[in-house]
């Protein structure tokens, strides 16, 4: 009888952030690299574009134009999925058909004026305007009365559905607690309760003494690839402070936080020499005005590439009616990852 081997045998996996259990086979991955690696031709974009909504000075689709900005730029999401103006009111019909009304903001955030940057190309200097700006809007969004929640967010890449290249996220800013952040909150607070200590900050511990998942470090920072990983490059930030939110970075903390948000992301445009598509948010306490003593600040990247630059990892399947599923480790990836530092 063999031993029971993370690295050889199929097993799940607990993320005691969601509750979730996710399925690894590394069997099936002995050689994650067995796909090709092909060059993508670098696209050429051009520093203004006079056709693009977030170029400075351009029109947008509500007709107004945007400021000639010289760094960042955040403005009302035009199409807005969430309104600050909805009435309150509710549907329902016995337990079974329910419906709440729901107040929201939503913005849309440019990092830069330039049309041809990503957050990897940029100077740290200028990411660390984008963090103050994050700073700024989740103190302001969230001082808001019917803000419970802010989420700040980048799909990046067309094939994350990102409807433009210039470089910019978004924030949604909301009554109610979703359902990612809603889990986050019960477990880190279930786990403070007990414990009297921070989830994340004792996960923290155990990944800096195993080292095996740990991909980038600096003296407030931390990279690594998470134990319960689903996506084959997944990764989280996390502050080695216990913060909460990012109103209580001090401006060490958002220098390093923009180094850390820099190298990772030239790190991925490493992996298959592609501009690495991703989703990225940050998760920290909900603004409902309770305290949270448990929850730790922390930054998820969720990128879809698994084999090269256009083979991308499909959640279907298996992964739709059961639970998430992965071939190479999480530990593997890392280890690929951190090559690329
Ligand atoms: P995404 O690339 O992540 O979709 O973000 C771009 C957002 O920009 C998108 O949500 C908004 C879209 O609604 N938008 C405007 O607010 N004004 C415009 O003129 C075009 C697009
Ligand atoms: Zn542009």
Same mark, same amino acid.
Request: proline residues 8%; negative net charge.
């Given at each position: 009888?063999?031993?029971?081997?993370?690295?050889?045998?199929? #097993?799940?996996?607990?993320?005691?952030?969601?509750?979730?259990?996710?399925?690894?086979?590394?069997?099936?991955?002995?050689?994650?690299?067995?796909?090709? %690696?092909?060059?993508? @031709?670098?696209?050429?974009?051009?520093?203004? &574009?006079?056709?693009?909504?977030?170029?400075?000075?351009?029109?947008?689709?509500?007709?107004?134009?945007?400021?000639?900005?010289?760094?960042?730029?955040?403005?009302?999401?035009?199409?807005?999925?969430?309104? @600050?103006?909805?009435?309150?009111?509710?549907?329902?019909?016995?337990?079974?058909?329910?419906?709440?009304?729901?107040?929201?903001?939503?913005?849309?955030?440019?990092?830069?004026?330039?049309?041809?940057?990503?957050?990897?190309?940029?100077?740290?200097?200028?990411?660390?305007?984008?963090?103050?700006?994050?700073?700024?809007?989740?103190?302001?969004?969230?001082?808001?009365?019917?803000?419970?929640?802010?989420?700040?967010?980048?799909?990046?890449? !067309?094939?994350?559905?990102?409807?433009?290249?210039?470089?910019?996220?978004?924030?949604?800013?909301?009554?109610?607690?979703?359902?990612?952040?809603?889990? %986050?909150?019960?477990?880190?607070?279930?786990?403070?309760?007990?414990?009297?200590?921070?989830?994340? !900050?004792?996960?923290?511990?155990? %990944?800096?003494?195993?080292?095996?998942?740990?991909?980038?470090?600096?003296?407030?920072?931390?990279?690594?690839?998470?134990?319960?990983?689903?996506?084959?490059?997944?990764?989280?930030?996390?502050?080695?402070?216990?913060?909460?939110?990012?109103?209580?970075?001090? &401006?060490?903390?958002?220098?390093?936080?923009?180094?850390?948000?820099? !190298?990772?992301?030239?790190?991925?445009?490493?992996?298959?020499?592609?501009?690495?598509?991703?989703?990225?948010?940050?998760? !920290?306490?909900?603004?409902?005005?309770?305290? #949270?003593?448990?929850? #730790?600040?922390?930054?998820?990247?969720?990128? @879809?590439?698994?084999?090269?630059?256009?083979?991308?990892?499909?959640?279907?399947?298996?992964?739709?009616?059961?639970?998430?599923?992965? &071939?190479?480790?999480?530990?593997?990836?890392?280890?690929?990852?951190?090559?690329?530092?």
């Amino acid at each position: 009888m063999t031993t029971f081997d993370l690295a050889e045998h199929p #097993h799940r996996r607990y993320n005691p952030l969601s509750g979730e259990w996710i399925l690894v086979s590394p069997h099936r991955a002995k050689r994650p690299w067995q796909g090709q %690696e092909e060059e993508m @031709p670098k696209e050429n974009r051009p520093e203004y &574009d006079p056709t693009c909504y977030l170029c400075p000075t351009n029109e947008r689709a509500n007709g107004e134009h945007n400021p000639d900005y010289k760094s960042t730029y955040a403005f009302d999401n035009d199409f807005a999925a969430l309104q @600050p103006g909805t009435p309150a009111g509710a549907f329902t019909r016995g337990s079974l058909l329910r419906a709440e009304s729901e107040r929201g903001i939503c913005k849309v955030v440019c990092f830069s004026p330039r049309h041809d940057l990503t957050l990897s190309d940029m100077a740290v200097e200028d990411i660390r305007k984008v963090v103050d700006l994050w700073q700024q809007e989740y103190e302001e969004l969230g001082m808001l009365d019917f803000v419970n929640h802010v989420q700040i967010f980048e799909n990046k890449g !067309q094939v994350m559905g990102a409807s433009n290249p210039h470089p910019h996220g978004q924030i949604w800013a909301q009554s109610s607690i979703p359902a990612g952040p809603a889990k %986050e909150t019960q477990h880190q607070a279930a786990y403070y309760k007990k414990n009297q200590r921070s989830l994340l !900050q004792d996960y923290l511990e155990i %990944e800096l003494e195993e080292k095996t998942r740990i991909i980038y470090e600096n003296h407030l920072f931390v990279v690594l690839v998470p134990f319960w990983a689903v996506w084959p490059f997944e990764t989280m930030i996390l502050p080695r402070r216990h913060l909460q939110h990012i109103g209580q970075m001090d &401006d060490a903390d958002k220098n390093a936080f923009a180094e850390a948000i820099r !190298q990772l992301t030239m790190a991925y445009d490493r992996v298959f020499n592609v501009s690495f598509p991703y989703s990225a948010g940050i998760h !920290q306490s909900p603004t409902d005005g309770q305290e #949270h003593p448990g929850w #730790h600040l922390h930054m998820h990247f969720y990128p @879809p590439l698994l084999r090269s630059a256009t083979v991308k990892k499909f959640m279907v399947g298996y992964e739709m009616m059961g639970d998430p599923q992965r &071939d190479i480790t999480p530990e593997t990836s890392a280890e690929r990852l951190r090559s690329l530092f």
